[in-house]
């Protein structure tokens, strides 16, 4: 055991660029836990051999004693022989031995009982001169296991950590801790049949009191194996007792599926007669399935065996994870598992992480170690709430990651049908206070962490509302905004845009009616496999499309829908991806849909004049948007690609503009409406006539546009330029609208050919 002080954590350590990029603190508390795990094997291991040396030279000793006794039996005597000639010799000659016939050795017959007592004997010796053989071998492979090559602390620490692997996949310890002490174990037994044997050929008593003896003893141990068996705790463990459970299932499941095919072939016959008269032969069906499956279960075996035999060189990745599942597992130093949790996050491999989640003994531990703190909202830098941050967001990120909602209430213990819901979200918000206590931490600012406390925020409002009712999400959608402006990555925005779905679909009419603490487990489970699929996503694609569907709910309406600056950024974040104009798609295809919208809420009467400004450049930034993308695509049918993804919703706006300047002329709201349309025609232009047709449907509705304003407005026309009473700001790029036709302030003039992003064609 290590004498080394803990170390004491005052804040919570930042999750690590890379793996292990943490000054080395990781490896340190590694290096100590797998030097302790290793001496505490050896010396373990050492220990059992060098006793089972000791006793196995005694046993062998006293087994060789009696068959130096037994196994003369088996033959004849020749001083039988000696004796019966002397004899004949000293009776002179009055005898029936006449020749070598009438021998002694001659009609000799072993006893009746020496040949199974014999046998018993020297199996008894084989196997225990056999566990002493293993014994000397193992202390050779001990001596191996230890041994360690030149290179430095990287290239050392990774080959002991394959070592052990590699002891562990071809079980060291089992047969070292288990087979050898089990061959000497069955020696003894078979000895103690064999000396009672011995004994009835001597005297039937003495026979039977040493068996009753034998028996005791050995109904003793068995008891104390099985109650070891079945108790954890139990300290009378032995190798049996830890094959007694197994065995016992397999044995059930092996008769159960005797009965089962036994019924099956029996009820073939009346298949056979049953279908003559129509009826289905389901039982051969039975039959066929389950030879399949034996056939595949082979195959299984078979595949699995060469696998092991060409099993290729470890992965860095495996190691590193083999090296977390080490220290999580294992350790009780508190600063070891915080330090192994947070580098935990900087696995991102799907596979990976769900061998983590797949593993019952990781799991159960990473999910006690998040629950096990009662976070007070204390001094931010208090131990307790490092520690319950530090494991509470780990677990998240594997959950998210690789597991599912049943994966929580297996742990939990209950099935997915049961009647313990309460008891399931209960440990869900427990984990997610965890996150909840230090938002503005430093560590916060990183876009994984950002993207994973986004989450488990959601998380908790989303467990909160099948339990209790409609949460609002306005907090988390405003408190997310910003990180989102800063952001450059798909995966924060395509979160979002889970979160967004999760929001409209916790109202979903379909879902509300579920209200019964039965059915909450249902309404939660769609709802988290949707933003845990957002989260576990890497594909650009995939968040594009995800991304896509967020913005699609910019046409619903529901309490808690985030505010337009939310969705801008979206399609901003969509956009400025780098993909090419056919993979942003799904975002284009709603960007009419998104101006109108915006429109709609710029002409609400109840909103304040910067409240409709702020509106208005919602929509320059979703076009400059469009403008930029086009930078990424290169050659002549970029223009065509754009008009093909944005006409559909594009005609969508242009209606809804022509409909408020016919009902509404005297709007000055109509005026910037019509310029963005017009900035939106001459920024990315279509080619000549009849090439495109969306481009000049687009522009036929927007010249019917601007004569029915031309028509009503006269004298916001002159000289067949646009009079735009607004200021552009070239460090922004967006436009501040005074929301009036006033020419004596900041009066810009923009010809009809000249862009205004800043792309001439």
């Not at 809804?656 to 509404?664: C, G, M, P, Q, R």
Request: aromatic fraction near 10%.
């Amino acid at each position: 055991m290590t004498t080394r002080l803990p170390e004491k954590l005052t804040t919570l350590p930042d999750v690590p660029k890379a793996f292990g990029d943490d000054g080395g603190k990781f490896y340190r508390h590694y290096d100590e836990l797998a030097d302790e795990l290793d001496e505490d094997l050896v010396k373990s291991l050492k220990a059992q051999l060098d006793s089972i040396l000791i006793f196995a030279g005694l046993f062998a000793g006293v087994n060789s004693a009696f068959l130096a006794f037994t196994l003369p039996q088996m033959s004849a005597n020749p001083a039988d022989d000696t004796n019966a000639l002397l004899l004949q010799i000293l009776l002179r000659g009055n005898s029936s031995i006449t020749s070598a016939a009438h021998l002694p050795s001659a009609s000799f017959t072993p006893p009746p009982r020496i040949y199974p007592i014999n046998i018993l004997f020297s199996v008894s010796l084989t196997l225990t001169l056999l566990a002493s053989f293993l014994a000397v071998l193992g202390q050779q492979w001990i001596v191996y296991y230890r041994k360690r090559s030149g290179g430095g602390p990287e290239h050392q620490r990774w080959e002991q950590l394959r070592r052990s692997l590699g002891a562990k996949r071809w079980r060291l310890e089992l047969v070292l801790d288990d087979l050898v002490p089990s061959m000497l174990q069955l020696g003894l037994v078979i000895f103690g049949i064999a000396f009672s044997l011995y004994l009835s050929t001597l005297s039937k008593s003495l026979s039977h009191v040493i068996a009753a003896i034998l028996c005791t003893a050995l109904t003793i141990i068995l008891a104390m194996t099985t109650c070891a068996a079945f108790d954890p705790w139990c300290p009378f463990k032995t190798t049996l007792s830890r094959s007694i459970l197994p065995i016992t299932l397999s044995l059930y499941v092996f008769i159960i599926s005797c009965i089962v095919f036994v019924v099956a072939l029996v009820s073939a016959p009346f298949a056979i007669m049953a279908s003559r008269f129509g009826f289905q032969t389901w039982q051969f069906q039975g039959i066929r399935s389950l030879l399949y499956d034996v056939s595949v279960s082979y195959a299984g075996m078979y595949k699995g065996f060469t696998k092991d035999a060409m099993r290729p060189a470890d992965d860095p990745e495996y190691l590193r994870v083999e090296a977390i599942r080490r220290v999580i597992c294992v350790s009780e130093d508190r600063a070891a598992l915080v330090r192994a949790a947070m580098n935990l996050q900087t696995i991102r491999n799907h596979g990976s992480l769900s061998s983590l989640m797949g593993d019952g003994e990781f799991s159960t531990r990473m999910f006690g170690l998040g629950r096990s703190y009662q976070v007070r909202s204390q001094w931010p830098h208090d131990t307790e709430l490092i520690e319950a941050r530090a494991f509470s967001t780990s677990f998240f990120h594997i959950w998210l990651s690789a597991g599912s909602f049943s994966d929580i209430v297996n742990l939990l213990g209950w099935e997915v049908d049961s009647r313990g819901p309460a008891q399931v979200f209960d440990a869900i918000r427990s984990l997610c206070r965890g996150a909840l206590v230090s938002f503005t931490a430093d560590c916060d600012r990183c876009l994984h962490c950002t993207t994973l406390s986004f989450s488990m925020r959601v998380v908790n409002l989303l467990v909160d509302d099948v339990r209790t009712g409609p949460m609002p999400f306005h907090d988390v959608f405003n408190e997310v905004e910003g990180a989102l402006t800063k952001s450059v990555d798909l995966r924060l925005g395509c979160v979002v845009a889970a979160a967004v779905l999760c929001s409209m679909m916790s109202r979903d009419p379909g879902l509300r009616w579920l209200r019964s603490e039965e059915t909450s487990l249902r309404r939660f489970d769609p709802l988290f496999e949707e933003l845990s699929m957002a989260y576990r996503a890497r594909d650009s694609s995939q968040m594009i499309e995800v991304i896509g569907r967020g913005l699609a709910t910019v046409e619903f309406k529901w309490k808690g829908k985030p505010d337009h600056e939310l969705y801008v950024r979206l399609f901003e974040l969509g956009l400025s991806s780098g993909i090419r104009i056919s993979g942003a798609r799904p975002i284009l295809e709603h960007f009419g849909s998104l101006l109108l919208y915006i429109e709609i809420r710029i002409r609400d009467q109840a909103i304040s004049e910067r409240d409709g400004q702020r509106g208005r450049e919602h929509q320059v930034r979703c076009v400059q948007s469009v403008v930029g993308s086009l930078k990424v695509e290169e050659g002549f049918y970029r223009e065509l690609a754009v008009w093909d993804d944005v006409s559909p919703s594009l005609e969508s706006y242009l209606k809804a503009v022509k409909e408020h300047v016919e009902t509404d002329p005297a709007n000055p709201k109509n005026l910037s409406a019509i310029d963005l349309l017009r900035r939106i025609k001459d920024s990315f232009p279509g080619p000549a006539r009849g090439r495109s047709s969306p481009y000049w449907t687009f522009c036929e509705l927007l010249d019917q546009i601007e004569l029915v304003f031309q028509t009503r407005n006269k004298a916001i026309y002159e000289g067949g330029m646009v009079r735009w009473t607004g200021v552009l700001s070239d460090d922004t790029d967006t436009i501040e609208s005074t929301g009036t036709c006033n020419t004596d302030k900041n009066d810009v003039l923009w010809h009809a050919s000249h862009s205004l992003w800043g792309i001439d064609y």
